[in-house]
């Protein structure tokens, strides 16, 4: 009897260990399809504590978490936008990414997860208006038209007599297509922050304060500038340094950095028609102090522009440094604004005399005979020219007559200074209307030897 006790007392406790066991695998099994359904405890996904949740939980802690999203724009100098989920109707896309994770997690192993941890990165897919993004770029501060500063490429700039490298200028303008790449691909990849300038997205200059071309250029320029030639032009003077000359830089056809010739050849032909003065008006004031005007006749200065030019090219090549003078295709006695200066021969057909100066005072006062009006054989008068030749004893011929002179200066052609003792007693008065020469001054001999002992061949002779 004892023994039959014992053993339905056995009996019992195996039941009840088999009935707590059931009970117990019922239990861990139930537990076990609920999380075939929910996340396990300690599963975060992309920041979302997931724990007991289902998908449809998830996901719309995903769509409330979206609703939150901000993307921080670091600009320039510190300064930041921003641009919020409402602005642009961010959206998250069912993907199934969420219930992939769930089928894909150990249901079973539930029990372990209370102690340890699951977390996910899940690449959560969205959507938003593409409108609406555009038009909070829009209204982006960086993008107003008074804020946008350009950026300004590195140059050169004449200062002082010579070039000097300007640097660059960034400024703040930005690339719109760049920004509008990055703020897609920041808002479709859940970033909540991009930098600007890290990614490129600002306009920069093409040429920088370094750049090897602009230094070459620099350099290139600040030796043609170096030049600093004076033009002498006796009581008057032209300068051509580094401000003249730098607008005169060109690149020749190897890019290299060279003068302009036809800038160079403009400046020269200006000062042919400032300076030249042959054949040209002079003003002149007479013996008696009264003021006339001269035209025409072949004394002064003609500056030979060609071979100027040419020199002038070369001085600002070479640096050159000093005082020149033009190339002078004809030149005068004196190079001041008045350049008949005091040296000269007057002649007055009126007064029928003529008047020798030497360095402004008179050496000679004589009267003349100049070219007989009757027959048409006027002395040309009303201009300047110079003694062309001086000649000791002389023939002159012409039409009808051959005639030796002692002294023969001609200034025009045939014309010229001569004494005439050996055919004429008198001079002055009114001979020459209708005894005069052939056009020539005839004076005494011992006037003209004197006239011939002062004057150059150059020399100005004013008729009038």
Excluded at 156 to 164: P, S
């Amino acid at each position: 009897m004892a023994k039959k006790k014992k053993k339905n007392a056995k009996k019992l406790v195996l039941g009840v260990l088999v009935a707590y066991v059931a009970i117990m695998a019922l239990g861990y099994m139930g537990v076990s399809y609920y999380f075939s359904s929910h996340f396990l405890k300690g599963t975060t996904i992309s920041g979302i504590d997931c724990s007991s949740k289902t998908a449809t939980q998830v996901k719309k802690k995903i769509q409330k978490q979206l609703g939150q999203y901000k993307l921080r724009i670091a600009e320039l100098d510190g300064k930041t936008e921003t641009i919020q989920a409402t602005q642009i109707d961010l959206t998250y896309v069912d993907d199934n990414k969420v219930d992939e994770l769930l089928k894909e997690q150990e249901q079973w192993k539930w029990i372990t997860a209370f102690s340890s941890k699951k977390t996910y990165e899940l690449a959560v897919t969205t959507t938003y208006d593409e409108k609406k993004l555009k038009e909070a770029l829009d209204d982006m501060s960086c993008f107003q038209e008074e804020n946008v500063v350009a950026p300004k490429d590195a140059c050169l700039k004449e200062q002082n007599g010579e070039y000097v490298i300007v640097p660059e200028e960034e400024g703040n303008t930005l690339d719109r297509t760049k920004v509008e790449k990055a703020v897609k691909d920041a808002i479709e990849s859940g970033k909540t922050e991009i930098n600007l300038e890290e990614l490129g997205c600002y306009e920069k200059p093409s040429v920088w304060k370094d750049d090897p071309d602009l230094i070459a250029e620099r350099d290139a320029k600040n030796q043609l500038l170096k030049v600093d030639i004076t033009y002498d032009f006796g009581d008057r003077s032209e300068t051509v340094d580094g401000s003249v000359v730098k607008d005169w830089l060109i690149r020749d056809s190897d890019g290299n950095w060279t003068v302009d010739e036809s800038k160079a050849a403009d400046y020269v032909q200006q000062l042919a028609y400032k300076y030249d003065t042959f054949g040209l008006t002079h003003e002149f004031t007479t013996h008696a102090g009264k003021k006339i005007t001269l035209k025409g006749g072949d004394y002064g200065w003609v500056i030979k522009k060609k071979e100027t030019t040419a020199a002038l090219v070369e001085y600002i090549k070479e640096g050159k440094t000093g005082t020149v003078e033009p190339v002078y295709l004809y030149e005068g006695k004196i190079r001041d604004t008045n350049d008949i200066g005091g040296t000269y021969v007057e002649i007055s057909i009126q007064d029928q005399e003529m008047w020798c100066y030497k360095d402004g005072v008179v050496v000679v006062d004589t009267p003349v005979v100049t070219g007989n009006v009757s027959k048409g054989y006027d002395t040309p008068s009303g201009s300047v020219w110079a003694i062309d030749a001086k000649k000791h004893d002389a023939v002159l011929k012409g039409e009808g007559y051959t005639q030796p002179v002692t002294y023969w200066m001609p200034f025009n052609g045939n014309v010229g200074i001569h004494d005439a003792d050996t055919w004429r007693s008198e001079y002055g008065g009114e001979i020459y209307k209708t005894s005069g020469s052939h056009g020539c001054v005839n004076t005494p001999t011992a006037n003209a030897e004197k006239i011939f002992n002062t004057v150059e061949i150059g020399t100005p002779v004013i008729v009038y």
